[in-house]
Nanobody
């Protein structure tokens, strides 16, 4: 079972940037797609973006497309989420997760398809 630890969250002003990291240990990381999700208070966990096993393919939620970039370094067992142009509505706890079985990004990305969730990192964007 892969263990995931997110880092890099914090408080930033609107328009600013943050880079989240998700470090994996204890299992097979490089053969699976990885996802980033977020959950704001009182809301359901929502998809942010995903990357395939090699890093060659990514997909984003419409709400972050053009502002967020996902990448991965399999040699370091780490996946990243570069967040630019942050908005107050991006405030949430951000989680990374490993796809249960797929190396590729699924046609429909759902939290239920991911296992090995991290503990989350808080991102707060002030207006």
């Amino acid at each position: 079972q892969v263990q995931l630890v997110e880092s890099g969250g914090g408080l930033v002003q609107a328009g600013g940037s943050l880079r989240l990291s998700c470090a994996a240990s204890g299992g097979d990381f490089s053969n699976y797609a990885m996802g980033w999700f977020r959950q704001a208070p009182g809301k359901e966990r929502e998809f942010v973006g995903a990357v395939n096993w090699s890093g060659g393919s990514t997909r984003y939620a419409d709400s972050v497309k053009g502002r967020f970039i996902i990448s991965r370094d399999n040699a370091k067992n780490t996946v990243y989420l570069q967040m630019n142009g942050l908005k107050p509505e991006d405030t949430a706890v951000y989680y990374c997760a490993k796809d249960r079985t797929s190396s590729f990004i699924r046609s429909s990305v759902r939290p239920a398809d991911f296992g090995s969730w991290g503990q989350g990192t808080q991102v707060t964007v002030s207006s």
